[in-house]
């Protein structure tokens, strides 16, 4: 399960749903473990010079007996702090829920002016962090928290799976590379920090957490996605489709990815949209960043000629053709005036090729900025201390629709 989230500030325009109150809870969580850590190292350096111990019938050179008993107590003593402190200190070489991991910056590649997509890999060797990404496809939509070490907060992010596209080797993902699509937030604590490190430079990562789990009998996903939001689309698009189980009919995905400017998504050619929708963006009331809708019926082909494919173009590109006729994408940009609308999303649902609407077999899954996330779906809501999915609202809620699933992220 996803742990359990702190309340979301009010009146920021924060993207998704970090928060500087969840920052302080997770800094006395850090502050926490490195306390215990520091208290049982010096417990153990402390135990490791007793006196040598004395025996009964001493043998004739009880000196020599003892020097040797002696280099015995702290060798084992010795070997057994190293492999405390090997255990404590760096902490685990594996991606587990519990403690930070150390990563290192392989790659810093733009993929706009404001993104990058990030490369990185396990800091120590271990054999098995292949297998713990594995488990975690297998079961959905999951995210890392990444730990800031000046200002001891931390935000979360998402793996994006490797497709036909990715240049990692066969060998750099047994290592248990990893890549993240991050934008930078121009006043953002964690984003900027990350776009500042130098190559090279240590990572301290902890989960995998649990955003969404795609169910086995899943047939269909409609993808919402808003900015970086395209990185759980890909998630869920590869655990999807990998899915052994579901021969016979294929799953689909289709996906309709939102960005504020041209440049987020070149080279991106849109499957089916063809007609821009009538209203505003909803970019408009949370950044204030749109122009009036004055230019309806676009072509949705980005023009590309003389520019590159952006990286998570390609990636989405190759996931397409290794799945041929299973995925769909249509690029909207809000620079063009062309945002995912009511009838947008209403077509989608309606080329649904499956009647069946029993439980868990359609899902529309909505991922972006939080103001994204609530016209679409309305707002997550605060409970108990922990966040949850809230009632469904806003664009989805008017479309009033049968069998298909909705989930937040
Ligand atoms: C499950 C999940 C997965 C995610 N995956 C990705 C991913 O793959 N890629 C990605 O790029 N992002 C991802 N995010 C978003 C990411 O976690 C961060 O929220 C994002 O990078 C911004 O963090 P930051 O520390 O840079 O910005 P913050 O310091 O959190 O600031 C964000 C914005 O809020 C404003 N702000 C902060 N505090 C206040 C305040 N008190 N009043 C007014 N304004 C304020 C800042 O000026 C800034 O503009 C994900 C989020 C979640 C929840």
Same mark, same amino acid.
């Not at 799945?323 to 009838?343: A, H, M, T």
């Given at each position: 399960?996803?742990v &359990?989230?702190s309340?979301?500030?009010?009146?920021?325009?924060?993207?998704?749903?970090?928060?500087?109150?969840?920052?302080?809870?997770?800094?006395?969580?850090?502050?926490? #473990?490195?306390?215990?850590?520091?208290?049982?190292?010096?417990?153990?350096?402390?135990?490791? @010079?007793?006196p @040598?111990?004395a025996?009964?019938?001493? #043998?004739?050179?009880?000196?020599?007996?003892?020097r040797?008993?002696?280099i015995?107590f702290?060798?084992? @003593?010795?070997?057994?702090?190293? @492999?405390?402190?090997?255990?404590?200190?760096?902490g685990?070489?594996?991606?587990?829920?519990?403690?930070?991991?150390?990563?290192?910056?392989?790659?810093r590649?733009?993929?706009s002016?404001?993104?990058?997509?990030f490369?990185?890999?396990p800091?120590?060797?271990?054999?098995?962090?292949?297998? =713990?990404?594995?488990?975690a496809?297998?079961?959905?939509?999951?995210? !890392?928290?990444?730990?800031? &070490?000046?200002?001891?907060?931390?935000?979360?992010?998402? &793996?994006?799976?490797?497709?036909?596209?990715?240049?990692?080797?066969?060998?750099e993902e047994?290592?248990g590379?990893?890549?993240?699509?991050?934008?930078?937030?121009?006043?953002?604590?964690?984003?900027?920090?990350?776009?500042?490190?130098?190559?090279?430079?240590?990572?301290?990562?902890?989960?995998?957490?649990?955003?969404?789990?795609?169910?086995?009998?899943?047939?269909?996903? =409609?993808?919402?996605?808003?900015?970086?939001?395209?990185?759980?689309?890909?998630?869920?698009?590869?655990?999807?489709?990998?899915?052994?189980?579901?021969?016979? /009919?294929?799953?689909?995905?289709?996906?309709?990815?939102?960005?504020?400017?041209?440049?987020?998504?070149?080279?991106?050619?849109?499957?089916?949209?063809? =007609?821009?929708?009538?209203?505003?963006?909803?970019?408009?009331?949370?950044?204030?960043?749109?122009?009036p809708?004055?230019?309806?019926?676009?072509?949705? #082909?980005?023009?590309?000629?003389?520019?590159? #494919?952006?990286?998570?173009?390609?990636?989405?590109?190759a996931?397409?053709?290794?799945?041929?006729?299973?995925?769909?994408?249509?690029?909207?940009?809000?620079?063009?005036?062309?945002?995912?609308?009511?009838?947008?999303?209403?077509d !989608?649902?309606?080329?649904?090729?499956?009647?069946?609407?029993?439980?868990?077999?359609k899902?529309?899954? =909505?991922?972006?900025?939080?103001?994204?996330?609530?016209?679409?779906?309305? &707002?997550?809501?605060?409970?108990?201390?922990?966040?949850?999915?809230? /009632?469904?609202?806003?664009?989805?809620?008017?479309?009033d629709?049968?069998?298909?699933?909705?989930?937040?992220?």
């Open positions: 399960m996803r &359990p989230i309340p979301q500030c009010c009146s920021c325009s924060c993207s998704y749903s970090r928060t500087i109150q969840q920052t302080a809870i997770r800094s006395r969580r850090y502050a926490s #473990t490195c306390a215990s850590t520091s208290a049982s190292t010096a417990t153990t350096a402390t135990s490791s @010079a007793p @040598a111990p025996t009964p019938n001493s #043998t004739p050179n009880p000196s020599r007996k003892n040797w008993l002696g015995l702290v060798t084992a @003593a010795a070997a057994g702090a190293g @492999a405390y402190l090997r255990s404590q200190g760096p685990s070489a594996t991606l587990n829920q519990d403690t930070f991991t150390k990563y290192s910056l392989v790659s590649e733009p993929v002016s404001t993104s990058s997509l490369t990185l890999r800091r120590y060797p271990s054999g098995s962090n292949y297998d =713990v990404y594995e488990e496809w297998k079961i959905g939509v999951w995210s !890392v928290m990444f730990k800031q &070490p000046q200002l001891q907060i931390g935000r979360d992010y998402t &793996p994006l799976p490797t497709t036909a596209a990715t240049t990692l080797t066969v060998d047994n290592e590379y990893l890549r993240f699509f991050i934008r930078k937030d121009p006043f953002g604590e964690v984003s900027r920090y990350l776009h500042n490190l130098s190559i090279g430079a240590d990572i301290e990562m902890r989960g995998p957490q649990f955003e969404c789990i795609i169910p086995e009998e899943t047939q269909e996903i =409609v993808f919402i996605a808003g900015g970086t939001g395209i990185a759980p689309a890909l998630q869920a698009g590869y655990s999807l489709l990998n899915n052994k189980e579901q021969e016979s /009919p294929k799953p689909k995905i289709h996906i309709l990815w939102a960005n504020r400017l041209k440049e987020d998504c070149i080279g991106g050619e849109s499957d089916t949209a063809k =007609v821009a929708s009538s209203r505003g963006s909803w970019f408009s009331g949370w950044f204030g960043s749109s122009k809708n004055d230019a309806p019926n676009q072509p949705t #082909t980005m023009p590309h000629e003389d520019q590159q #494919t952006s990286l998570v173009v390609k990636e989405l590109e996931l397409k053709s290794q799945y041929p006729g299973q995925v769909k994408v249509d690029y909207y940009l809000d620079e063009e005036n062309r945002f995912i609308g009511k009838q947008d999303i209403s !989608v649902v309606k080329r649904s090729s499956s009647a069946d609407d029993s439980h868990n077999k899902m529309i899954l =909505v991922s972006g900025p939080e103001g994204f996330i609530g016209y679409m779906a309305g &707002p997550k809501i605060w409970a108990q201390g922990q966040e949850l999915q809230g /009632p469904v609202k806003g664009v989805i809620k008017e479309l629709l049968n069998g298909w699933g909705v989930w937040k992220l």
